[in-house]
């Protein structure tokens, strides 16, 4: 197995994170590192558990043991609410946006961890001054407009088509102006003619912003990534540039596996 070596100009360190969920081990002695001003990958079959890496880095599920280094500093409790105040954004899986509010509100929401009164109160329905709200608002049309999708700004996500919806989500991870985007696949649902754009999207974030890809479209993940790592059942089988895990044997016993189980 190559695994890339560490380097003090990471971003973002998992070292040796193991999670059991009812009972399994889920994450068996993982570690990452996620350099700065790179787009990073984190492939694998399904189920090797790539999303629930999200989840420990994003607060969701707490590690047995192991540690999480952000900015070269530990996070001993990592808190949901608190990512986008440390530059961490994310999407979901799936899509994830809230079904009553329209596609602009939904950007906005993205945006109100900068708000005094924080995220989502009671409702949408905050006590934002107009002047805030009037800000949010022009940010959040901008952010709809970079991703060619201000025309859809009032619309409700049940009246989008999954691809808009899943830029509306880009839309709103980008509005705390994140350092660190986490993007579960993000091209999920895009049509192949889509994917050259969310490419260059995605390239078009670094280096000013460092980004930890999970994808299964291999195209994707080979022409955007600077480094990926392979999980498979929990483990890191490979990491390294895309043509050095294009080749690697380990890599491709796990998706040839994946394929017979199919
Ligand atoms: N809360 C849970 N309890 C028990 N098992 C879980 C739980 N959450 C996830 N798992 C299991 O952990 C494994 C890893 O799941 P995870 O969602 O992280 O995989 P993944 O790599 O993101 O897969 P995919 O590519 O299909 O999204 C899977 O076998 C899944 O069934
Ligand atoms: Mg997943």
């Known amino acids: 197995m190559r695994v890339a070596e560490t380097n003090a100009g990471d971003l973002l360190e998992l070292d040796d994170i193991k999670v059991k969920l ?17 787009v990073t990958g984190l492939i694998g079959p399904n ?13 969701f599920v707490k590690q047995d043991s192991g540690s999480v280094t952000y900015e070269g500093r530990k996070l001993r409790h990592i808190k949901s609410h ?5 530059g961490i954004s994310r999407t979901l899986q799936g899509v994830g946006l809230f079904a009553s509010l329209t596609a602009l509100e939904n950007v906005m929401q993205g945006g109100s961890s900068r708000l005094r009164s924080g995220i989502l109160s009671e409702s949408f329905a905050m006590p934002w ?26 619309r409700l996500p049940s009246e989008l ?4 919806q899943k830029r509306v989500a880009l839309a709103r991870a980008l509005m705390p102006n994140p350092k660190l985007l986490l993007l579960d696949e993000p091209a999920g649902g895009v049509s192949a003619g889509d994917m050259a754009e969310l490419s260059s999207l995605i390239r078009s974030w ?9 994808e299964h479209h291999m195209e994707l993940v080979m022409a955007v990534c600077d480094l990926i790592w392979v999980l498979d059942a929990g483990k890191v089988i490979a ?5 050095e895990v294009r080749n690697d044997p380990a890599v491709l016993a796990a998706y040839l596996g994946e394929e017979g189980a199919a």
């Open 82 to 86: 608190h990512l986008a105040k440390m």
């Open 239 to 243: 990491s390294g540039t895309p043509d």
């Open 161 to 164: 088509p999954y691809p808009i």
């Open 206 to 214: 670094v280096p000013e912003r460092s980004v930890l890809l999970v």
């Open 22 to 38: 009812s009972g399994l081990q889920i994450l068996d002695g993982v570690t990452i590192r996620v350099p700065r001003g790179l």
């Open 129 to 154: 001054t107009d002047v805030e709200q009037e800000r949010l608002r022009v940010d959040a049309l901008a952010a709809l407009d970079r991703l060619g999708i201000a025309d859809q700004a009032e």
């Open 47 to 59: 189920g090797a558990g790539k999303t629930t890496v999200f989840n420990v880095i994003s607060g």
